[in-house]
């Protein structure tokens, strides 16, 4: 689409892109590499917002199946992937009969942003540069989880509800120091009753979980790893080891790269960047605590020593054995599975 802006001297075409601070036309190359109608969605709680290349529309959540189906009827959609929002909208695209589901790298598009110094963000903006982004850049098609790993992710779900509110429970337990003295005993009784349900619900959840993995091809892992929690999030976040190329690159996912910032005298410390997983890593953060306060030697307290040997501080060690953990578990689920195959 082209929008013509009059100047005093002639006539000037400027794309779609081009209003949003001058970014540069799409090639039709980038357009013929997708089959059309092509669209993108900039995802939102209650709405989304909805751009063909030519017009925009907001669209509200009970009304998003009848527009894709009767006004879009797309057969290219790009996305970014913000979780359950995401898994709402590419269900109604799959109902309107839309072929290519592109979910764009969330990284490179906030690079991609970057570079135009858009000074305002509006859903109209972002719309419009999910849709040029994609068709320059592409993504990865959405795949759905399988049943074994919905119902792991639900069970996961539920269990860390439970232990919030167990959270909530002890802290007011703690708080009781404000309470009149006479009603102190009743709601101390009424917290420690909750208290005592919320272990019984997180008991029967890990049994579940326990049961589910059991009943699949990662059964070995229960007798193999350590920790049910583990394994469960762990399971939860690579979901397939083919994946990943190899276990660097699955523990790159869970947020263990490590960055660097050097400029001229400036040479700050290497941190990892912290992406991904921040529940995987607290998981493993307790994994290694708990495989340190062992007694007898084993790989992870043997690294942490010599590590430490080395003259490396409890944080560096303490990373170094997380990732160590996330790689091996990798290793092994990628093993097992291939024999199977």
């Known amino acids: 689409m082209a929008v013509h802006t009059h100047k005093k001297k002639g006539t000037r075409k400027v794309s ?5 601070c001058g970014l540069e036309p799409l090639s039709s190359e980038a357009r013929l590499s997708f089959p059309s109608p092509i669209i993108s969605i900039d995802i939102a709680k209650d709405k989304q917002d909805v751009f063909d290349g030519k017009n925009i529309f907001t669209v509200l959540n009970k009304n ?28 109604a695209l799959q109902r309107a009969g839309c072929e290519n589901i592109i979910l764009i790298d969330t990284v ?15 859903d109209l ?17 959405y795949e759905e989880r399988t049943p074994f790993f919905k119902k792991l992710n639900d069970l996961l779900k539920k269990r860390n ?6 959270m909530r429970i002890k802290i007011q ?26 272990k019984s619900l997180i008991s029967n959840v890990d049994k579940e979980l326990r049961k589910l993995i059991k009943n699949s091809p990662y059964a070995f892992l229960l007798t193999k790893f350590y920790g049910l929690i583990l394994i469960a999030k762990l399971l939860n976040a690579m979901q397939d080891p083919a994946r990943f190329p190899n276990a660097k690159n699955f523990a790159s996912y869970l947020g263990f790269r490590l960055k660097t910032y050097q400029s001229g005298k400036i040479d700050k410390k290497q941190r990892i960047n912290k992406r991904g997983f921040g529940d995987v890593r607290k998981v493993l953060y307790l994994s290694v605590l ?24 409890h944080y560096c060690c303490m990373v170094a054995c997380m990732n160590h953990t996330a790689r091996y578990f990798w290793t092994l689920c990628n093993k097992e599975i291939q024999a199977e195959t």
Do not use: C, M, W
């Not at 879009?72 to 898994?87: D, H, I, M």
């Not at 708990?290 to 501080?313: E, V, W």
């Open 16 to 20: 779609f892109e081009a209003r949003l």
């Open 64 to 91: 998003l199946d009848n527009i894709l189906q009767k006004y879009f009827k797309p057969r290219t959609a790009f996305l970014e992937n913000t979780g359950e929002y995401t898994t709402r909208v590419v269900k």
């Open 108 to 122: 490179k598009y906030f690079h991609f942003r970057q570079q135009y110094s858009l000074d305002n963000k509006t």
């Open 125 to 141: 903006i972002d719309a419009k540069l999910i849709l040029s982004f994609g068709l320059k850049h592409g993504g990865y098609s």
């Open 161 to 166: 509800f439970i232990s919030y509110h167990n």
């Open 173 to 198: 337990l703690s708080g009781l120091r404000d309470v009149p003295e006479h009603d102190k005993p009743l709601f101390a009784e009424y917290l420690e009753t909750q208290e005592s349900i919320n």
């Open 290 to 313: 708990g495989q340190l306060s062992k007694k007898k030697d084993n790989p992870i307290k043997t690294k942490y020593y010599r590590l430490k040997g080395r003259g490396k501080n």
